[in-house]
């Protein structure tokens, strides 16, 4: 591809529709991944800073941007890893302001930190599928091409791992 043409791709994307239409679900996603708001705050702003500085190396033609958005995300999330053991901050849990009760409050955090718990059990594999279907509400076929995985693998992996979930839930106090 023509050099000039491939960096007036790159310009004509739309940087701030595409951060502000993206970071929930970038968000989401590491929320799902670390468990813990702050770290998910900074990942998050590591991916969006390692995309813009790498945006000359987007290809329209090759994926969708939020799939080549959400590949960073997924190094990201392996280069903490690598840094970093596996850890769940139990005590790092959201703020429902939205809840009318404290019985409310408290039994959504008791949930919250459940969830957490044994998400952090699942593999490290089954955790960023979890991740990127319900963190980053991405499709089936969005997972498979930042995975490199195929489609039905994608399906059958998760249609696995949320049995094991409800399992677990269901035999957990």
């Known amino acids: 591809m023509d050099a000039r043409l491939h960096i007036a791709r790159a310009a004509a994307v739309d940087w701030d529709a595409v951060y502000w ?55 990201v999330a392996v280069d903490h890893y690598r840094r970093r053991k596996p850890e769940v901050s139990l005590d790092a849990l959201p703020n429902f302001a939205d809840s009318t009760s404290i019985e409310d409050v408290i039994e959504r955090r008791a949930d919250s930190a459940r969830l957490n718990v044994l998400l952090a059990r699942l593999s490290p594999r089954e955790r960023e599928l979890i991740a990127l279907k319900y963190g980053a509400e991405l499709t089936n076929r969005a997972i498979a091409q930042v995975t490199g995985l195929s489609e039905t693998n994608v399906g059958s992996t998760l249609h696995r791992t949320i049995q094991k979930l409800r399992q677990q839930w269901d035999e957990s106090p």
Request: no cysteine; charged share 25%; glycine share 2%.
């Open 21 to 75: 239409d993206t970071l929930p679900r970038v968000y989401n996603f590491f929320r799902y991944r670390v468990g813990d708001d702050q770290l998910a705050e900074d990942l998050t702003a590591n991916t969006f800073l390692k995309a813009w500085r790498a945006r000359d190396r987007y290809l329209d033609d090759v994926a969708a941007f939020s799939t080549w958005l959400f590949s960073i995300a997924q190094n």
